[in-house]
């Protein structure tokens, strides 16, 4: 990777220097407003998507959550009003549950159900779609893949958000710039995960500046960490906005350092406005409706005294009729220069937007390159957690010998037809559980990042899916192989390379089944539920495979159970490959009686056919196309649902 030559340094020795970044920074972060830059870097910028000033206006913002059947409706925003202008780190402050996230999540587009209300864009109705082009979203919690160090997430982000025909030397320089400027130079080469909670917060921030947003949507940037940290993110916030953009945070309850370098603010109490404007005007505000701030007294702190109402819960309402619920710009600098929807109309007009509107496509790049990247990525990870990795191919081995010293040469003998048919059984007991668990424990942390991913129009969902599927199938294979070749020659299967491809086969679309049950759960549920569903909703498949009950004697009112049981599908294509294909009588030991002698005598008495094969691998490939198609959909549901 090109911008692997990077030393790994120690995570404490943080290059940055927040008091340089105005003039650092300059506009290397922002490329596309890079001003006297040379003539190569000029090539680089002018393929990096050029973005105009955005300045936002909201009005009569309603936000209603249910609160469940029969519970009813809470709203959470009452028709708040806003500005937000370009050039300025704005704080949306305000006691906890005032409804600040759900603001941010609203103006982000993040929320949009239950939402009422109207948002312009540079004087027009905001257009979703194109408005995600020009903004991003960064959660509170660092979404970052963590196996990965700082680099390698940098270039695979360009990758997926760069136009693909700029080469990677043009690329690595956009990532030079944006790590350089945020002091992440230095930690090239550390890994996600061991970043401190600061250097997280910049790199998240980094992964975003690749596309060059010129709106940024901050949750609680500060939270979790130290004041020094606080301030180089919140520094680091103020140096992007001076560059031309409209970055939006909401914070806590900020020091008096911390909030002065805040240009504006927005305080929300219990889902109203009750100040808009600079931060130095608070003050002034505070004094002029007659609460003025105590000296002394840190402006940040007393306003969310007054908005959790310790100072009487009247003073909501009357700063909130004062600041006309957001409505009044009076208190912004030189309100009169603030331009009208019509003045910022003629300002940007409609021919402008159609040069900016790059492409049909939702995200960046092509499907094609997005996918491949991802899968580029998933390898990466999997060759990084090698712990997982190995421990799939260990459990694999360990399990296959296991079962075949259990059952050693149990494949070949007349009298232990039985014993065998336990040992399939018990194949895909494994087949079924390891798969489906895995997938179900770790799929809901990978939930996060997509949800984050997806939103700020990194690739879009099928490409995500299609990539973790091939990712998976390599290692599947692999380790099914491993286990299916000693537990098979162990326990003395026959050894016919037909029979034992046929067992490979059952053994493998098992797996896939497995796994694609295993996505839907891990989709819709959390890890806990999740557990808790997969071995439960195994139960019946196994119950209905003809496993202790056998098919010919499950109550007919039960019958139905049997198809819709994967296992059974399995269970009956391993019988297949073991015993079908006309296999000759077995071994048998001539002193004892050996009822199984002739493999049709056990094929009658469990009610199986071994000319069923081909049909078990068209229900497993049904099986495993419509699980797989209803675990997409139901990602999909979920990412809907979220908002
Ligand atoms: N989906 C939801 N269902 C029910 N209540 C909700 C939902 N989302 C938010 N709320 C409630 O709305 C209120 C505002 O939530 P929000 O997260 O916006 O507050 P906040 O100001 O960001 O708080 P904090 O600073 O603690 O994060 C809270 O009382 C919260 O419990």
């Known amino acids: 990777m090109i911008l692997a030559g990077a030393q790994i340094v120690d995570d404490h020795s943080v290059a940055y220097r927040p008091e340089n970044m105005p003039e650092t920074v300059k506009s290397s972060v922002t490329p596309a407003i890079k001003e006297g830059s040379s003539s190569q870097d000029a090539q680089v910028v002018a393929k990096i998507p050029k973005r105009d000033l955005v300045d936002i206006q909201f009005t009569n913002i309603t936000c209603t959550v249910s609160l469940g059947i029969n519970k009813g409706h809470k709203q959470i925003l009452h028709g708040v009003n806003g500005r937000l202008r370009p050039n300025q780190l704005i704080a949306i402050m305000g006691p906890s549950g005032a409804g600040k996230s759900t603001l941010l999540d609203v103006l982000s587009g993040y929320r949009i159900t239950g939402v009422a209300g109207a948002v312009f864009i540079n004087g027009r109705g905001r257009i979703l779609k194109r408005f995600k082009r020009m903004s991003c979203y960064i959660q509170q919690d660092d979404r970052l893949q963590g196996l990965l160090t700082v680099g390698e997430n940098m270039a695979l982000a360009a990758d997926l958000k760069l136009p693909t025909k700029l080469d990677k030397y043009e690329k690595g320089e956009v990532i030079e710039d944006i790590l350089t400027n945020l002091g992440l130079y230095e930690h090239m080469n550390t890994r996600a995960a061991q970043l401190s909670g600061g250097q997280r917060k910049r790199l998240t921030i980094a992964l975003e500046l690749i596309s060059n947003p010129r709106i940024m949507f901050l949750d609680e940037p500060t939270t979790g960490l130290d004041s020094s940290s606080c301030t180089q993110v919140v520094q680091l916030c103020r140096s992007l906005a001076h560059q031309g953009r409209t970055i939006v945070c909401t914070v806590h309850q900020p020091s008096a350092s911390l909030f002065a370098l805040f240009d504006h603010v927005y305080v929300l109490a219990a889902g109203y406005c009750m100040y808009q404007g600079t931060t130095r005007n608070l003050v002034p505000y505070l004094e002029q409706a007659g609460i003025p701030c105590p000296m002394y007294h840190n402006p940040a702190d007393y306003i969310i005294e007054l908005a959790c109402g310790e100072y009487g819960e009247d003073k909501i309402g009357y700063l909130t009729t004062r600041a006309e619920n957001g409505k009044d710009l009076s208190w912004f600098d030189n309100p009169d220069t603030i331009p009208t929807m019509e003045g910022l109309r003629k300002q940007y007009p409609l021919s402008v937007l159609k040069e900016q509107d790059t492409g049909p496509g939702e995200e960046e790049t092509s499907q094609s390159n997005q996918r491949m990247v991802l899968i580029k990525r998933g390898f990466l990870k999997a060759k990084r957690d090698a712990m997982l990795t190995h421990l799939r191919l260990l459990v694999n081995v360990i399990v296959g010998i296991m079962l075949g010293s259990l059952f050693v040469k149990a494949g070949n003998e007349g009298n232990r037809v039985i014993e065998n048919y336990n040992l399939l059984f018990a194949i895909l007991m494994h087949h079924m559980m390891s798969p489906m668990m895995l997938t179900i424990l770790t799929f809901p942390s990978e939930m996060s990042i997509l949800i984050k991913e997806h939103f700020n129009r990194w690739y879009s969902l099928g490409s995500y899916y299609i990539s973790i599927t091939l990712v998976d199938l390599p290692i599947s294979i692999v380790s099914c192989a491993v286990f299916s070749v000693i537990v098979y020659t162990m326990s003395s299967q026959p050894l016919e390379i037909v029979r034992f491809l046929m067992f490979f086969a059952i053994s493998l679309y098992t797996v896939l089944v497995a796994q694609s049950l295993g996505l839907m759960i891990g989709a819709v549920f959390n890890v806990v539920n999740g557990t808790f569903l997969g ?64 493999p049709k005598t056990f094929l009658n008495i469990i009610a199986m056919s071994p000319d069923m094969f081909w049909w078990d691998v068209l229900a497993l490939t049904i099986f495993v196309v419509v699980l797989r198609v209803a675990a997409f959909l139901l990602l999909k549901w979920k990412l809907k649902a979220i908002r």
């Open 535 to 598: 071995p439960t909703i195994s139960v019946p498949m196994m119950m209905f495979a003809g496993f202790g009950v056998t098919l010919r004697d499950l109550p007919p009112y039960l019958y139905w159970g049997s198809y819709i049981s994967y296992l059974r599908y399995g269970l009956e294509g391993l019988i297949g490959a073991i015993y079908g294909l006309e296999r000759p009588t077995l071994d048998c030991d001539q002193a004892v009686y050996c009822h199984y002698k002739h």
